[in-house]
């Protein structure tokens, strides 16, 4: 059956038109297109430990030229990082990275990344690094929260479609907890 509707939904066939984890109404997919690589996470990483300049990326994480060239694009790109020119004196123009206010926004994404890490990937020798309070010192931890401050457990959170969700299939998730 066809349609001529302007407004209907476009099939979501898995052919040429449409690709596994492209669709753009997923926030999930498109901050993958962003960060769905391990180099660009450890450069992000790097950056939120006062590492801005090229050589520094790559001294840091081992990573072959042409991948940090084309990672710091993306980021600058995606507005995650933004390049700034600097000077030595005698020599010629360069350039760092530095984070943005969307960039500043993923520290708690990789708090997550790290929280998880130690609980399920645990190295054997304690956390690389801790996350806590700058004033008191006291261990802090992601969680979810809701607008009046209460945190809520991860099997209390319901997972339910949003405005942008097109697939009539997804239904609500109640609560996630229950899945185990």
Not at 137 to 153: D, K, L, P, Q, Y
Request: glycine share 12%; proline share 8%; hydrophobic share 40%.
């Amino acid at each position: 059956m066809t349609t001529d509707r302007s407004d209907a939904p476009l099939a979501m066939s898995p052919g040429p038109a449409h690709r596994p984890g492209t669709d753009s109404r997923c926030s999930i997919a498109r901050t993958m297109q962003v960060l769905g690589d391990k180099w660009t996470v450890l450069i992000v990483r790097e950056a939120f430990r006062g590492h801005s300049r090229f050589s520094d990326f790559r001294r840091i994480l081992g990573i072959p030229t042409d991948i940090l060239t084309s990672r710091l694009c993306g980021l600058v790109d995606a507005g995650v990082l933004e390049r700034r020119g600097y000077r030595e004196p005698g020599a010629r123009e360069r350039f760092d990275y530095h984070l943005t206010a969307a960039g500043d926004a993923l520290l708690p994404v990789l708090g997550a990344l790290a929280q998880w890490g130690n609980e399920y990937r645990p190295s054997g020798h304690g956390p690389s690094r801790l996350y806590q309070h700058a004033d008191t010192g006291e261990a802090a931890s992601i969680a979810f929260v809701t607008a009046a401050g209460s945190v809520i457990a991860p099997e209390d959170i319901a997972i339910v479609p949003g405005p942008g969700e097109n697939d009539p299939d997804i239904f609500a998730i109640r609560p996630v907890g229950g899945l185990h």
